[in-house]
C-alpha cells in the first residue's frame, strides 16, 4: 500500500502537542512546589499526569511518524487530545485511523 501523509501529519502533532504537555506539567508541578506562596501545594499533583500523558503522546507520535504499534500510535494520539490542546488531538486520532493500513 502507498503511503499518504496520514501518519506523518498524525505523528508529529501529537509530538507537538506532547511536548506542550510536558512543559506544561512540569511548570504546574513547579508551581504546586512553591505551593506556600501561591497555596495551591496540589498544582503537583495535578502536574505529573500531565507529564505522563505528554511523554505517551510523544511515544505515540513516534511511532505513528515510524508507522508501527497502530494501538500505541492511537493511544499517543488520544493522550495528545487531553489538555487544553486537544485539537491536535483531535486530528491525530482522525489522521491516524485513516491511515490505519499503513502500519504494521
Do not use: H
Not at 8 to 16: D, F, Q, S, V, Y
Not at 48 to 65: K, M, S
Not at 96 to 102: A, H, N
Request: charge should be positive; hydrophobic fraction near 60%.
Amino acid at each position: 500500500m502507498k503511503e499518504t501523509w496520514k501518519p506523518t501529519a498524525a505523528g508529529i502533532l501529537c509530538i507537538i502537542a506532547g511536548v506542550i504537555g510536558v512543559i506544561v506539567g512540569i511548570v504546574i508541578a513547579a508551581v504546586g512546589s512553591i505551593g506556600w506562596f501561591f497555596w495551591m501545594p496540589w498544582f503537583s499533583a495535578i502536574g505529573v499526569p500531565i507529564i505522563v500523558l505528554g511523554i505517551i503522546a510523544i511515544i505515540g507520535g513516534i511511532c505513528a511518524l515510524k508507522r508501527k504499534i497502530w494501538g500505541l500510535a492511537l493511544t499517543g494520539s488520544i493522550c495528545a487530545f487531553l489538555g487544553p490542546w486537544g485539537l491536535l488531538g483531535i486530528l491525530a486520532i482522525i489522521f491516524v485511523s485513516l491511515g490505519k493500513g499503513e502500519f504494521e
